[in-house]
């Protein structure tokens, strides 16, 4: 299945581009920003970005999400607060509200379904 294309930000390009050089683990994510559009001003508002607070359904099992996407530094589970070098955090990046993302887990394959998306006043 071909992959929809996503939308970052300049801003969090750079800010991503930067962490992927010093974090292990992040192919997944330099993969991510290789196939993104990259958006000088401000990306539609509802485009998961960093600091992004989103909704999003488990098909499989149905259970929803509550989550904000952060940078590795602010990330707290029992929070909320979902790092975008985490798996799932990787794989929502750049999407909107409505899209569904094929999603591997232990059990085989699901979809995720983002149902709503806030990204704070001012981001970019």
């Keep these: 299945m071909k992959k929809k294309q996503i939308i970052v930000s300049l801003h969090d390009y750079e800010i991503l581009k930067t962490l992927c050089y010093h974090a292990p683990g992040t192919d997944k994510l330099r993969e991510e920003l290789d196939r993104a559009t990259v958006r000088k001003g401000k990306v539609p508002a509802d485009v998961v970005q960093v600091n992004s607070t989103l909704k999003f359904r488990d098909e499989r099992s149905g ?25 799932i955090g990787t794989a929502l990046l750049g999407y909107s509200t409505g899209d569904v993302i094929d999603w591997e887990v232990p059990a085989g394959k699901t979809q ?11 981001s970019v």
């Design 63 to 87: 259970a929803i999400r509550s989550v904000q996407l952060v940078l590795p530094a602010a990330s707290n589970l029992q929070l909320g607060k979902l790092s975008i070098l985490s798996p």
């Design 112 to 122: 995720l379904h983002i149902l709503d998306v806030t990204n704070p006043e001012g």
